[in-house]
């Protein structure tokens, strides 16, 4: 499964938009690009997946390159309920594999 | 969404004991389970894969005989902890998913949080 880096953590303010980028160099051919939403004491939760190109649903945006080795999910107008850990991960089994996290904290 | 259910939420317990935690979809069919745990601060570690009727699949590092996973029904699985220590503490959090689920998408349960005593 490719590896993926993200930034450890991030702050915004409530209203803002929020980028989360995400690094994964090696990405096969097969793989898809997943993030979900962690708050604390609580599952994850599926945001959104992307193959390649610009993905959009009612939560968020995920921007994938055309060399697909990052992407960025989008969260427009932040607020206040969005502070929770945001994983990206990559691979095309049933098998995910979490990495690190984004903690991102939104500010009133 | 789908709905997965965890029972208990949270159960202490002395050390020496076994503990089962039960993980439930509600509204699928699970043709696959997975047990993961969280320390604190930490990210989620995948603990095993469990298909319908079969046994599980531990992760490098997991003891089977230590972490005990049934999967006995397309809505049920249990996760035993045997023999339980202080330092088997943590947030347990099942996941499951079903025919038609797009790739790599899981539906989570809340989560038990389990302390040793």
């Known amino acids: 499964l490719a590896k993926t880096t993200q930034p450890i953590s991030m702050d915004s303010y409530e209203g803002q938009e929020v980028n989360i980028t995400c690094s994964h160099n090696?990405?096969?051919?097969?793989?898809?690009i997943t993030w979900y939403q962690q708050f604390p004491s609580q599952g994850p939760r599926f945001i959104i997946q992307?193959?390649?190109t610009k993905v959009t649903n009612e939560v968020a945006s995920l921007f994938i390159p055309a060399d697909r080795k990052s992407s960025t999910l989008s969260l427009p107008r932040v607020s206040l309920s969005d502070t929770a850990v945001y994983y990206c991960?990559?691979?095309?089994?049933?098998?995910?594999?979490f990495g690190t996290g984004t903690r991102l904290q939104v500010f009133p | 969404g789908a709905v997965v259910s965890q029972h208990p939420s949270r159960v202490i317990c002395k050390s020496g004991t076994s503990v089962k935690i039960e993980c439930r979809s509600l509204?699928?069919?699970?043709?696959?389970m997975f047990w993961y745990r969280q320390f604190p601060k930490q990210s989620l570690m995948l603990m095993a894969t469990?298909?319908?009727?079969?046994?599980?699949?531990?992760e490098q590092g997991v003891e089977k005989d230590k972490f005990l996973i049934n999967h006995a029904s397309l809505t049920l699985s249990t996760l035993t902890v045997t023999s339980a220590h202080p330092e088997d503490s943590s947030f347990y959090i099942c996941?499951?998913?079903?025919?038609?689920?797009?790739?790599?998408?899981?539906?989570f349960g809340p989560g038990t949080r389990l302390t040793v005593l």
């Open positions: 996941s499951a998913r079903g025919a038609g689920f797009v790739h790599n998408e899981q539906f």
């Open positions: 090696n990405i096969a051919t097969n793989d898809y």
């Open positions: 992307g193959y390649k």
């Open positions: 991960l990559v691979g095309d089994t049933d098998k995910l594999i």
């Open positions: 509204d699928f069919q699970a043709t696959t």
């Open positions: 469990s298909n319908e009727g079969s046994k599980a699949t531990y």
